[in-house]
């Protein structure tokens, strides 16, 4: 059977590209234009976000989603820019010293600016008390005082030990001082013969004979007895000097006292704050209680080995330091941080260690550093949320933090065995709003696996891609440009120019009715369109730039188009353009490479025969389909069943199979052109090579619209044209992909002058009716179909499948 010329139904002309008119546009440049930073398409996003920044309740933070280049990032920072929350004071946070357990350091806040002046008084307070005191202790009233007090004590003690040395003597002993190493010992020695005799040394005498047995008895009764006396006179010497230092310390207190209470009066009086209060109330306390520390004298060390650089010895006032952690002192508008890095250091701080002179690690509270979420208390804190879920420990301590409104700082430390500090600062109060920015599968992750992230990110704001398409929404594209072609210093752009760029952003939207939003991509074309005028040494930017910009980017890009075109121009993929097959039909893929994606055209072939296996998906069979295809396998058998097994059974075995294909098929986009190659095979009726075909099918036979489109055309085209365009080649697409076709101008030029077609289709009859030029055929009343049509011709082939099947089975009975 021949396949008859006829003329089907073209999609027309201007619905192949959508052009931009700008000619009512009073403008010969985009330097006539007024640039406008206006965030456009976004209406939906910036209504969730104005609510997230204005809510100031727990847990309104916000979730930026949308694709990469959409102006989430550009969008947060222009809304964020000069913001100052309601009802949101600025403070000053401080850590200081806690004398009653330094391991748990007090947190203190102040208001905006306090924080500094509270640091400067407690240097003066501590450089006053320094000078102050020494002058005290070195006043004639002091000295009176003291002398006093240490006179009548020696004295006391003199007396005794006078008393002593007189009972010592009448009972014929001495008092002597024995050197025991770097220490004396008071010792009573007997007297013998007029010397000072060692009692060991008596007793040897005895024992030689040399002195009387009876005569050492005595003197050794009388020896116990007087160290007996020694060792009371011992106990009482010393509780009178811990009676002297007692009253040498209670002399301190009663002159320092007075000063020290007026100082700190001075300074509560000065804030009035509780934790201030308390705070001065210890140190007042500790100063007390440590006023030897004031006492001191600098003496530089000498080294023990000349040159030997010897360690400054620990600061002994470095205790009463004040430790300024955030200060708002200049803060005007709400802080607003962006974290580039959002490590566990970066966000929630640390403790820093330093090495003493003995070579261990020490900390105080002096070295507590904070980071980026609480220098942002009162304001904003914009995060990245992949960056910020990788970095290990980051996203549990900020769930607490956002949950509780507090931070505790700690250094990050997993291998907590080997930490250490044992600081606990007190955590601190914190009113940071968080807005994170992400991609919607990490958002639907995280609210789906995370029973907390709900709690703390209650407002989504989500960007789309495209945005509608209007005279309005052109003219701000316009001024969009040229805000960019300003603040990038780029060539003016004419109009021919700018409607290049507006058509290519349409394209990119994938609708001839919408317009792309990921700008990222349009500004690059726009730098580049710059840079190719200026290499050409226009002074304007035209069309003709614009489309050098965007084929020279597509170049860079198709080195894997370029290869596969290669292997079918060269026979390696077997890719027919002329002539007519029977069970083979040309089908359309998109490779997608990320950042490029093109289309090509593929062999499917099908063969059916007698048998009960149904429709046999090859890819399948093999590992290679991907779920989405098999569905698209599943329906094309529901359509079959549906349309021809109605009065008998499909007893047929079909094989279908994408020819030179080696990696994973996805998607149902072939699932129409799986059927005209079931249904050719059926007919025995050749299909056309030089016509591909895309789309994807319904139970009911109705083709449905695709993705790509766009490349998917071009792709054919390109093949066609590698092997000459005969005037009959072209493209089968659904009927609702006609909204979406921005082609190429060259591909719409050679469809004007009729060398290449593209026909619109909305059933699989229809299709099928351009590809074998044969009447699909409509079933009569009888339940027939109309005779040599295709439908016709397939029903009667597998109704020969269902009697010979029935036959070959009685037969083997």
């Given at each position: 059977?021949?396949?008859?010329?006829?003329?089907?139904?073209?999609?027309?002309?201007?619905?192949?590209?959508?052009?931009?008119?700008?000619?009512?546009?009073?403008?010969?440049?985009?330097?006539?234009?007024?640039?406008?930073?206006?965030?456009l398409g976004?209406?939906?996003a910036?209504?969730?976000?104005?609510?997230?920044?204005?809510?100031e309740?727990l847990?309104y933070?916000?979730?930026?989603?949308?694709?990469?280049g959409?102006?989430?990032?550009?969008?947060?920072?222009?809304?964020?820019?000069?913001?100052?929350?309601?009802?949101v004071?600025?403070?000053?946070?401080?850590?200081v010293?806690?004398?009653?357990?330094p391991?748990?350091?007090?947190?203190?806040?102040?208001?905006?600016?306090?924080?500094?002046?509270?640091k400067?008084?407690?240097?003066?307070?501590?450089?006053?008390?320094?000078k102050?005191i020494?002058?005290?202790?070195?006043?004639?009233r002091?000295?009176?005082?003291?002398?006093?007090?240490?006179?009548?004590?020696?004295?006391k003690?003199?007396?005794m030990?006078?008393?002593f040395?007189k009972?010592v003597?009448?009972?014929?002993?001495t008092?002597?001082?024995?050197q025991?190493?770097?220490?004396?010992?008071?010792?009573?020695?007997?007297?013998?013969?007029g010397?000072p005799?060692?009692?060991?040394?008596?007793?040897?005498?005895?024992?030689l004979?040399?002195f009387?047995?009876?005569?050492?008895?005595?003197?050794?009764?009388?020896y116990?007895?007087?160290s007996?006396?020694?060792?009371?006179?011992?106990?009482e010497?010393?509780?009178?000097?811990?009676d002297?230092n007692q009253?040498?310390?209670?002399?301190?207190y009663?002159?320092?006292?007075?000063?020290?209470?007026?100082l700190?009066?001075?300074?509560?009086?000065?804030?009035?704050?509780?934790?201030?209060n308390?705070?001065?109330?210890?140190?007042k306390?500790?100063?007390?209680n440590?006023?030897?520390?004031?006492?001191?004298?600098?003496?530089?060390?000498?080294?023990?080995?000349?040159?030997?650089?010897?360690?400054?010895?620990?600061?002994?006032?470095k205790?009463?330091?004040?430790?300024?952690?955030?200060d708002?002192?200049?803060t005007k508008?709400?802080?607003?941080?962006?974290?580039?890095?959002?490590?566990?250091?970066?966000l929630f701080?640390?403790?820093?260690?330093?090495?003493?002179?003995?070579?261990?690690?020490?900390t105080?509270?002096?070295?507590?550093?904070?980071?980026?979420?609480?220098?942002?208390?009162?304001?904003?804190?914009?995060?990245?949320?992949?960056?910020?879920?990788?970095?290990?420990?980051?996203w549990p301590?900020?769930?607490?933090?956002?949950?509780h409104?507090?931070?505790i700082t700690?250094t990050?430390?997993?291998?907590?065995?080997?930490?250490?500090?044992?600081?606990?600062?007190?955590?601190?109060?914190?009113?940071?709003?968080?807005?994170?920015?992400?991609?919607?599968?990490?958002?639907?992750?995280?609210y789906?696996?995370?029973e907390?992230?709900?709690?703390?990110?209650?407002?989504?704001?989500?960007?789309?891609?495209?945005?509608?398409?209007?005279?309005n929404?052109?003219?701000?594209?316009?001024c969009f440009?040229?805000?960019?072609?300003?603040?990038?210093?780029?060539?003016?752009?004419?109009?021919s120019?700018?409607?290049a760029?507006?058509?290519?952003?349409?394209?990119?939207?994938?609708?001839?009715?919408?317009m792309?939003?990921?700008?990222?991509?349009?500004?690059?074309?726009?730098?580049?369109?710059?840079?190719?005028?200026?290499?050409?040494?226009?002074?304007?930017?035209?069309?003709?730039?614009?489309?050098?910009?965007?084929?020279?980017?597509?170049?860079?890009l198709?080195?894997?188009?370029e290869?596969?075109?290669?292997?079918?121009?060269?026979?390696?993929?077997?890719?027919?353009?002329?002539?007519?097959?029977?069970?083979?039909?040309?089908?359309?893929t998109?490779?997608?490479?990320?950042?490029?994606?093109?289309?090509?055209?593929?062999?499917?072939?099908?063969?059916?025969?007698?048998?009960?296996?149904g429709?046999?998906?090859i890819?399948?069979?093999a590992?290679?389909?991907?779920?989405?295809?098999?569905?698209?396998?599943?329906?094309l058998?529901g359509?079959?069943?549906a349309?021809?097994?109605?009065?008998?059974?499909?007893?047929?075995?079909?094989?279908?199979?994408?020819?030179?294909?080696?990696?994973?098929?996805?998607?149902?986009?072939?699932?129409?052109?799986?059927?005209?190659?079931?249904?050719?095979?059926?007919?025995?009726?050749?299909?056309?090579?030089d016509?591909?075909?895309?789309?994807s099918?319904?139970?009911?036979?109705?083709?449905?619209?695709?993705?790509?489109v766009?490349?998917?055309?071009?792709?054919?085209?390109?093949?066609?044209?590698?092997?000459t365009?005969?005037?009959?080649q072209?493209?089968?697409?659904?009927?609702?992909?006609?909204?979406?076709?921005?082609?190429?101008?060259?591909?719409v030029?050679?469809?004007?002058e009729?060398?290449?077609?593209?026909?619109?289709?909305?059933?699989?009859?229809?299709?099928?009716?351009?590809?074998?030029?044969?009447?699909?055929?409509?079933?009569?009343?009888?339940?027939?179909?109309?005779?040599?049509?295709?439908?016709?011709?397939?029903?009667?082939?597998l109704?020969?499948f269902?009697?010979?099947?029935?036959?070959?089975?009685?037969?083997?009975?």
């Amino acid at each position: 059977m021949e396949i008859k010329n006829v003329n089907y139904e073209e999609i027309p002309i201007e619905k192949l590209r959508w052009k931009c008119d700008l000619s009512k546009l009073n403008i010969k440049t985009t330097n006539d234009l007024k640039p406008s930073k206006k965030i456009l398409g976004q209406e939906r996003a910036l209504k969730a976000i104005k609510l997230g920044l204005e809510m100031e309740y727990l847990g309104y933070n916000l979730f930026v989603t949308g694709k990469a280049g959409t102006g989430r990032s550009t969008t947060i920072k222009m809304l964020l820019e000069g913001r100052k929350r309601e009802g949101v004071e600025f403070d000053d946070k401080c850590y200081v010293n806690n004398f009653k357990n330094p391991d748990m350091p007090r947190a203190i806040n102040l208001l905006a600016g306090q924080g500094k002046i509270f640091k400067k008084d407690m240097e003066n307070l501590i450089s006053s008390l320094r000078k102050k005191i020494p002058l005290i202790f070195e006043s004639k009233r002091y000295q009176a005082n003291k002398k006093s007090i240490i006179e009548d004590l020696k004295n006391k003690q003199k007396e005794m030990v006078k008393k002593f040395e007189k009972r010592v003597n009448k009972e014929n002993f001495t008092l002597v001082q024995i050197q025991m190493g770097i220490y004396t010992k008071p010792e009573i020695l007997p007297i013998i013969t007029g010397k000072p005799i060692n009692l060991d040394k008596l007793e040897s005498m005895v024992e030689l004979k040399q002195f009387s047995e009876k005569d050492f008895k005595i003197i050794q009764k009388k020896y116990n007895e007087l160290s007996s006396q020694l060792s009371e006179i011992s106990k009482e010497i010393s509780n009178i000097e811990k009676d002297l230092n007692q009253k040498l310390f209670s002399l301190d207190y009663k002159m320092v006292s007075p000063m020290v209470e007026e100082l700190i009066s001075e300074l509560k009086e000065k804030y009035k704050n509780k934790k201030i209060n308390l705070y001065l109330d210890e140190i007042k306390e500790n100063i007390l209680n440590n006023i030897e520390k004031f006492q001191e004298k600098k003496e530089k060390e000498t080294p023990v080995i000349p040159g030997l650089v010897i360690r400054p010895a620990k600061d002994n006032f470095k205790e009463y330091e004040v430790n300024v952690i955030v200060d708002n002192s200049e803060t005007k508008n709400s802080p607003i941080i962006i974290e580039t890095n959002p490590s566990y250091k970066n966000l929630f701080g640390s403790i820093e260690k330093t090495l003493d002179k003995f070579g261990h690690w020490r900390t105080d509270f002096t070295r507590i550093k904070v980071g980026s979420l609480l220098r942002a208390n009162g304001g904003f804190l914009v995060l990245n949320a992949y960056d910020t879920l990788i970095e290990p420990g980051v996203w549990p301590a900020l769930k607490r933090s956002l949950l509780h409104r507090k931070i505790i700082t700690q250094t990050y430390d997993p291998f907590y065995m080997f930490t250490t500090s044992a600081l606990k600062p007190e955590p601190i109060e914190c009113n940071t709003k968080v807005i994170m920015i992400g991609d919607p599968f990490l958002y639907y992750l995280l609210y789906s696996g995370d029973e907390d992230f709900k709690k703390i990110f209650k407002v989504r704001a989500d960007f789309d891609s495209i945005t509608k398409k209007d005279n309005n929404s052109i003219y701000q594209y316009t001024c969009f440009i040229q805000n960019i072609c300003q603040r990038e210093k780029l060539r003016p752009f004419d109009k021919s120019g700018l409607s290049a760029i507006i058509e290519y952003a349409v394209r990119l939207s994938g609708r001839q009715n919408k317009m792309s939003t990921q700008f990222n991509n349009l500004v690059d074309v726009l730098r580049e369109a710059s840079y190719w005028a200026k290499e050409d040494d226009s002074p304007i930017v035209n069309e003709k730039y614009v489309d050098k910009a965007i084929n020279e980017k597509i170049e860079r890009l198709r080195l894997v188009e370029e290869k596969i075109q290669e292997m079918i121009e060269d026979g390696t993929i077997m890719i027919d353009c002329q002539g007519a097959v029977t069970g083979q039909v040309n089908g359309l893929t998109v490779y997608d490479l990320g950042e490029y994606s093109f289309g090509k055209p593929t062999r499917i072939t099908a063969k059916t025969s007698m048998g009960r296996a149904g429709i046999i998906n090859i890819e399948r069979e093999a590992d290679l389909s991907g779920k989405t295809h098999n569905k698209g396998v599943l329906i094309l058998s529901g359509y079959l069943r549906a349309k021809y097994a109605q009065d008998k059974p499909l007893t047929v075995s079909a094989s279908i199979c994408f020819e030179q294909s080696y990696s994973g098929v996805e998607g149902d986009s072939a699932s129409s052109t799986e059927v005209y190659a079931l249904l050719s095979s059926l007919a025995d009726l050749p299909l056309r090579q030089d016509i591909a075909i895309t789309g994807s099918i319904n139970q009911n036979g109705e083709i449905q619209p695709i993705g790509g489109v766009n490349q998917k055309i071009e792709g054919f085209y390109e093949v066609c044209k590698s092997k000459t365009l005969t005037g009959t080649q072209g493209v089968i697409i659904p009927a609702l992909n006609i909204l979406d076709l921005m082609l190429r101008k060259d591909v719409v030029e050679a469809i004007k002058e009729g060398k290449f077609h593209v026909y619109p289709i909305k059933t699989i009859d229809q299709g099928i009716e351009i590809l074998t030029g044969v009447k699909a055929g409509e079933r009569k009343n009888d339940g027939n179909f109309e005779e040599d049509t295709v439908n016709y011709l397939v029903d009667k082939k597998l109704t020969e499948f269902a009697k010979k099947l029935k036959e070959f089975g009685t037969e083997m009975k």
